[in-house]
């Protein structure tokens, strides 16, 4: 499976958590509840990964966890705020240059819609394109 037909079922299982759950709750309900959701759908999923740093040579362990990486492919950044900020745009960007990988989504189960709560980013180019 590669990166868009991952982010298809991603903005699917996201908009099915908001609408049966709303905003307002905690990020950890949100990536608790989607990850079984994408479970279900047969993705692997990863939950608050280790992604190092390397400085100098040296490899840093505590540099980050990215919320959710999907099928080893797809970083998810989850928040649950009133509005996005470039702050967390540059979050998922620079989590996907540390890891190498090319497709990131933003995921805000803040907003009153779940289809404004949602930002992808690439890194790149995608094979296809």
Do not use: W
Request: proline share 2%; aromatic share 6%.
């Amino acid at each position: 499976m590669d990166e868009n037909e991952i982010g298809t079922i991603v903005v699917d299982c996201a908009v099915k958590v908001h609408m049966r759950l709303g905003p307002g709750l905690l990020e950890s309900v949100y990536e608790t509840v989607l990850t079984y959701e994408l479970v279900k759908r047969g993705l692997l999923v990863e939950r608050q990964v280790v992604v190092p740093i390397v400085y100098d040579n040296l490899r840093f362990e505590e540099g980050f966890r990215a919320d959710l990486i999907v099928g080893g492919k797809v970083i998810l950044e989850l928040k649950s705020v009133e509005h996005v900020t470039n702050a967390h745009k540059k979050q998922l960007l620079t989590y996907l240059r540390l890891t190498g990988l090319t497709v990131g989504y933003l995921l805000n189960f803040g907003e009153a819609l779940m289809k404004d709560g949602i930002t992808r980013t690439i890194n790149g180019k995608l094979g296809g394109e």
